[in-house]
């Protein structure tokens, strides 16, 4: 077990941002929120980690479809005789290091990183939930929804990202003569 000065320092830049997030909703606080009913706010504490669970799956299905997708496009390529399995494989590595798809891979690091921060903040809660002595669960509640919007975010960014990628690949197999049809 850490001892206390150490378990302080290391909880400090997640109670900070606890404390961040629960001052911005309290400015926010004339803004109805899901969170503001009691029965909600305490389900969605249970709720929550089937919720991350449910967008994780969701992500890798789209992940792998993305993937399959690539895959036969450049086996397409390959097949036709456009380009050898080593230039296709060449091109869809440099795609990756053109300069938008390249920026969409910084955001979605700072988007993943925003969630993880949040979703560490949740732990200081419990700390700054006195705030608001007639909810328990709101600020809880109104947190969660924040990590898991920032989680959405990076999401979003990923299928804009995979959108770049297929758009490319589409292009450079149309330009050598090959169609696609998936």
């Not at 990183?113 to 979703?119: A, Q, S």
């Not at 919007?149 to 990628?165: H, I, P, R, Y």
Request: net charge neutral; proline share 6%.
């Amino acid at each position: 077990m850490p001892s206390t000065p150490r378990l302080h320092a290391a909880l400090a830049p997640a109670l900070a941002l606890a404390l961040a997030l629960a001052a911005g909703t309290a400015h926010a606080a004339a803004v109805q929120t899901p969170c503001d009913d009691p029965s909600y706010a305490r389900d969605f504490k249970v709720r929550y980690p089937g919720e991350i669970d449910k967008l994780w799956s969701e992500e890798q299905k789209q992940r792998d479809a993305w993937n399959l997708r690539a895959d036969a496009i450049s086996r397409q390529v390959v097949a036709s005789g456009a380009a050898s399995a080593q230039a296709q494989s060449t091109f869809r590595l440099e795609l990756a290091k053109r300069p938008d798809i390249a920026a969409l891979d910084a955001q979605i690091a700072a988007a993943a990183n925003d969630f993880r921060e949040r979703n560490v903040a949740l732990q200081g809660v419990s700390l700054i939930s006195p705030l608001d002595p007639m909810r328990p669960n709101r600020a809880w509640c109104v947190m969660a929804n924040s990590a898991l919007d920032a989680l959405k975010s990076k999401l979003t960014l990923e299928f804009q990202q995979w959108q770049l990628v297929d758009q490319a690949l589409l292009a450079a197999a149309t330009s050598r003569g090959v169609r696609f049809d998936p």
